[in-house]
């Protein structure tokens, strides 16, 4: 089953515009990935983000965990054509290790030259 | 650090047929996870070795999937008599201990005829 759900399903912004893109999670967790896919292809890491983390910046990257209401949100800066992708967020279980993850369906950003 | 590799990229079968994919992790990472990706969803966890030991199955996993990791080094996922079913993105990814991020393989594509 899907712990994580993205929302929105798919966003469509232009270029120099911000996405946000937000995550809601069942469980409790120890962590709190985000992944890139460009289509066809594997995933790429992008940040992790640890249940007694509030927020965390990686170059134009931004994530905030709510761990209250079991959300996250990324939010990408100052948006390229090149960000184009499905973007994946994923829970590692509270055992004390992060070694299964478990993805939501993904949100399809799509940013317009 | 050449990452993860998967091989084949791509597989096309006959309903019934056997077939084998290899995964190389990264050489220092001793957690290797397979997952498995349809069309328009997340990945889905399939098993998860540490070193050599295989510590966990998913209910997906069934009996004509099994996999090894003899020597701890690489890994290879074998699907027996497969079904139409079977047809999606076979993910590998590998980590080290510790609360650090995923390393994805691109992939090998499997499509079922």
């Known amino acids: 089953s899907q712990q994580g759900e993205e929302d929105p399903q798919a966003l469509s912004i232009q270029e120099g515009e911000n996405a946000t893109m937000n995550c809601s999670y069942k469980?409790?967790?120890?962590?709190l990935q985000w992944y890139r896919q460009n289509s066809g292809r594997g995933l790429v890491h992008l940040i992790l983000?640890?249940?007694?983390?509030r927020e965390k910046h990686s170059g134009r990257l931004r994530v905030t965990l709510d761990t209250s209401k079991k959300s996250s949100s990324l939010l990408i800066t100052a948006s390229r054509a090149a960000d184009t992708a499905s973007y994946f967020c994923?829970?590692?279980?509270?055992?004390?290790?992060?070694?299964?993850?478990?993805f939501g369906k993904g949100t399809l950003l799509t940013v317009n030259p | 650090d050449t990452g993860v590799s998967q091989d084949p990229r791509h597989k096309i079968t006959k309903r019934g047929q056997n077939v084998t994919f290899r995964c190389d992790p990264i050489?220092?990472?001793?957690?290797l996870y397979w997952y498995r990706q349809t069309l328009g969803q997340g990945p889905e966890f399939l098993t998860y070795f540490q070193n050599e030991a295989q510590l966990e199955k998913s209910r997906l996993l069934s009996d004509r999937f099994s996999a090894e990791r003899p020597k701890g080094s690489f890994s290879t996922l074998e699907i027996q008599r497969t079904e139409q079913g079977d047809s999606a993105m076979y993910l590998c990814?590998?980590?080290?201990?510790?609360?650090?991020?995923?390393?994805f393989g691109p992939g090998t594509r499997l499509l079922v005829l």
């Open positions: 050489s220092e990472h001793n957690r």
């Open positions: 994923a829970t590692g279980n509270s055992g004390g290790s992060n070694y299964k993850l478990t």
């Open positions: 469980t409790s967790i120890n962590n």
């Open positions: 990814a590998s980590s080290s201990s510790g609360e650090r991020g995923n390393h």
């Open positions: 983000i640890r249940s007694n983390e």
